[in-house]
T-cell receptor, first 110, second 114 residues
Framework: SQQGEEDPQALSIQEGENATMNCSYK?????LQWYRQNSGRGLVHLIL?????REKHSGRLRVTLDTSKKSSSLLITASRAADTASYFC??????????FGTGTRLQVFP | DVKVTQSSRYLVKRTGEKVFLECVQD?????MFWYRQDPGLGLRLIYF???????EKGDIPEGYSVSREKKERFSLILESASTNQTSMYLC?????????????FGPGTRLTVL
């Protein structure tokens, strides 16, 4: 099974609303990364949060990490139709390779 | 900006054919990766390479091989394509000694094996 599991699997909201996606993982990590994938395209890195960090911001993105609960959340504020995409978390065990979750499909309606 | 390119966006092959998927990155990255992406299964690592002529098996290497003769180019080879290899193939690269660093992805190749 996957190291990282996103929740929900799918999310539909109206433009202007906030979108929150969650990622849970099983074992201790070095860092956790969030990626976005537009339909039929490659993934684009959004943000990396290290295990000793609790919160990180990048523009309209806010990522939190709770290592005690082994979970992370990605918040997109004031969403736009262009935010429609799939969002993946990727976790890192020690210095090993990234392990991707199965993603959350976000649909933002104009 | 980092650019990772893949030789084809769409590819249709027949069962038993030998298939080459090419990936090129222009940022002198040490690490390169091949993933396949299937609905409900997320991204699964096929092979990766941390240096020229070096390769390591990922989680699902069976039925695939790779080649890295030059630093910028990483090829995925399906020796004898089968229908269960129909998938989206994604190449990625990253800089640095750690495989866990940020990865930069190509646009993907959607392969259909008939």
């Amino acid at each position: 099974s996957q190291q990282g599991e996103e929740d929900p699997q799918a999310l539909s909201i109206q433009e202007g609303e906030n979108a929150t996606m969650n990622c849970s993982y099983k074992t201790s990590i070095n860092n956790l990364q969030w990626y976005r994938q537009n339909s039929g395209r490659g993934l684009v890195h959004l943000i990396l949060i290290r295990s000793n960090e609790r919160e990180k911001h990048s523009g309209r993105l806010r990522v939190t990490l709770d290592t005690s609960k082994k979970s992370s959340s990605l918040l997109i504020t004031a969403s736009r139709a262009a935010d429609t995409a799939s969002y993946f978390c990727a976790t890192v065990l020690n210095t090993d390779k990234l392990i991707f979750g199965t993603g959350t499909r976000l649909q933002v309606f104009p | 900006d980092v650019k990772v390119t893949q030789s084809s966006r769409y590819l249709v092959k027949r069962t038993g054919e030998k298939v080459f998927l090419e990936c090129v990155q222009d940022m002198d990255h040490e690490n390169m990766f091949w993933y396949r992406q299937d609905p409900g299964l997320g991204l699964r690592l096929i092979y990766f390479s941390y240096d020229v002529k070096m390769k390591e098996k990922g989680d699902i290497p069976e039925g695939y091989s790779v080649s890295r003769e030059k630093k910028e180019r990483f090829s995925l080879i399906l020796e004898s394509a089968s229908t269960n290899q129909t998938s989206m193939y994604l190449c990625a690269s990253s800089f640095g000694a750690q495989l866990s660093d940020t990865q930069y992805f190509g646009p993907g190749t959607r392969l259909t094996v008939l």
